[in-house]
């Protein structure tokens, strides 16, 4: 893979993405809902996290750091709203990873599908990395987890990105 | 200054941000009293607020798919319930019938029961009145099992009321919202219920593990627990009442964390992968509900006098096996005792067998000798007589040693 692939240096790779308000509002709303209510047909096996997804595309075509820090924070404080959990775990882990995206999505080109997939990847990762070492270090709770089911989580999220991003690509309001 | 803020204005939010939210968090745990660090059990009030705003914000949705989701089912649903439903019907009135007679005679023993705990000052706490209720929606997250009930603080649900299955527990009312609850599974970490082991009377408490299966801690390694082993609430939790089913003891694995205990990893009665409906205990008394009081007048009525028939003939049975030892086979299931067979003995007959059999011989063919291959048989091994019952092929009584 060419470097000029990676780096965004053409006018198409360093445009910001723009959307209608109500997309800005129902997307991550239907990712928290469908998150709440998936579980419900599919059992124990939620190997996925939608609002991370959306924080994600959101941060990664917004370029904003300050906009995808809040909006993963404000996803993952409502995430973590849901749970009987301390309010603000995964808000914390949610506010790096969308700092991150907005910032890495300046300096990359985030139209190429293979470094969205593996973005997401790499930062539904760091995601659990920090849920972890804030449940277990910070807070010093007992909290037994795997790897496996981790690395299942981020794979899952990858597939859903490999669905959803084009789709609401879609949605981006046109020049 | 107003420059270092420009030019750092992304840093600075993320710094403020995640700095908001570690205090925060910090204001959410405590050190409970054997050190380990545990979350608050009473949320604060803006921490209340903002799960209010959450709940607010996905409930409706969450019973928007739900409702929808059930009337397309039960269009379907109805129809092919509808196909059996004279059967199911004929199958339900036995078993209330069969019910009806067990109920009878379990009733005195029940009245014998309250009798006996009213001497030792004791109110055993039947459960009085439930509340059904509809599952909408989960957290969403594998480490927090927790669901969402269509029934609020407007409908009575308060926190701490137990969630039951006809099968067994499901776990307790963790929250409530006006006209949504957050109830704790039992097989999440951070739940908690007071469990007893039907055969050992083993004392534990149950709750979750990892991998979402309650187990029972705090159990010595003494303690002869085997799988199969029945689970049933011990009642000293102030949430569930005493004896509903829990589930059964699948496996037992040595604690990991201290060598002289064990842990019971315990399979629920009740499906907590796919609950719909559930019931919420709303009210526990010390009687017993009027609905169950009148259900329990008309078996008595109905099938008291055929109960304590049997119930005495049961008795008299047992009184004559333990006089008379002999009788009793203890390799046969109480129900298939000889003592309890009904059935008229059959007489062995004892025919006299002939010499020199031939064609006016009780039992012989008349055509046999036409047949000379069938007439040799016939000489060999004569035909049993018409008349001559077929002696008794159980075993007989053995005398207990």
């Given at each position: 893979m060419s470097i000029s692939v990676l780096t965004a240096n053409t006018r198409r790779a360093v445009e910001v993405h723009r959307y209608p308000v109500l997309v800005y509002a129902l997307v991550p709303l239907v990712a928290l809902v469908l998150q709440a209510w998936l579980p419900r047909v599919l059992g124990n096996h939620v190997w996925f996290d939608l609002p991370l997804v959306v924080t994600v595309y959101f941060a990664l075509g917004r370029r904003s750091p300050i906009e995808g820090t809040l909006m993963g924070g404000a996803l993952g404080i409502f995430e973590d709203a849901l749970?009987?959990?301390?309010?603000?775990?995964n808000g914390i882990a949610k506010t790096v990873v969308g700092f991150l995206a907005a910032s890495v999505g300046v300096r990359i080109d985030v139209e190429n599908h293979t470094i969205r997939l593996l973005l997401t990847f790499l930062l539904s990762l760091l995601s659990s990395a920090i849920f972890v070492f804030i449940y277990?270090?910070?807070?010093g709770l007992a909290l037994d987890w795997s790897w496996i089911g981790e690395l299942l989580r981020a794979l899952g999220n990858s597939i859903i990105a490999l669905l959803l991003f084009p789709l609401l690509d879609r949605l981006k309001v046109k020049d | 200054m107003e420059t270092f803020f420009v030019r750092y204005r992304n840093l600075v939010v993320l710094l403020a941000l995640l700095v908001a939210q570690i205090i925060g968090l910090a204001m959410q745990v405590h050190r409970t009293e054997s050190g380990r660090m545990s979350f608050d059990r009473r949320d604060g009030g803006g921490v209340r607020l903002i799960r209010l705003w959450a709940n607010a914000l996905v409930s409706p949705p969450e019973r928007l798919i739900h409702s929808t989701g059930q009337g397309v089912g039960s269009l379907w649903q109805n129809y092919l319930d509808l196909r059996h439903v004279r059967q199911q019907n004929q199958d339900l009135e036995k078993t209330v019938d069969r019910l009806r007679l067990e109920q009878a005679a379990l009733l005195e023993d029940a009245r014998q029961g309250q009798r006996l705990q009213g001497l030792v000052s004791f109110q055993e706490k039947y459960i009085y009145k439930t509340l059904p209720a509809q599952v909408i929606g989960a957290?969403?997250?594998?480490?927090s099992r927790v669901f969402y009930l269509d029934k609020g603080a407007d409908e009575g649900l308060r926190r701490d009321m137990a969630v039951i299955t006809p099968d067994g527990i499901v776990g307790k009312v963790r929250e409530v919202f006006p006209h949504s609850a957050q109830v704790l599974l039992i097989?999440?970490?951070t739940s908690g219920a007071g469990v007893i082991l039907e055969t050992t009377r083993t004392r534990g408490i149950l709750r979750g593990n990892a991998t979402g299966q309650p187990q029972i801690v705090g159990i010595m390694a003494d303690n002869r627990i085997k799988p199969g082993e029945k689970v049933l609430t011990a009642g000293g939790d102030e949430v569930f009442p005493r004896g509903l089913p829990v589930g059964v003891v699948e496996k037992v694995v040595p604690d990991p964390e201290r060598d002289s205990f064990i842990q019971a990893i315990v399979k629920p009665a009740a499906h907590l992968d796919q609950l719909d409906e559930v019931l919420v205990i709303t009210s526990t008394e010390a009687r017993f509900p009027p609905d169950q009081q009148q259900d329990m007048a008309t078996s008595e009525t109905l099938k008291g006098a055929e109960a304590e028939t049997e119930n005495t003939q049961k008795k008299a049975s047992e009184i004559m096996a333990e006089r008379l030892p002999?009788?009793?086979?203890?390799?046969?299931p109480a129900d298939q005792q000889p003592l309890n067979d009904s059935t008229p003995p059959t007489p062995v007959a004892h025919t006299p067998q002939p010499l020199h059999p031939d064609r006016f011989t009780p039992g012989a063919v008349p055509g046999a000798e036409a047949d000379p291959q069938a007439g040799a048989a016939g000489q060999s091994k004569p035909a049993a007589p018409a008349t001559s019952a077929k002696p008794r092929t159980d075993a007989p009584p053995r005398r207990n040693p």
């Open positions: 749970t009987q959990h301390a309010i603000g775990i277990r270090i910070l807070l | 957290s969403g997250s594998m480490q097989n999440d970490q002999g009788l009793m086979d203890p390799n046969l």
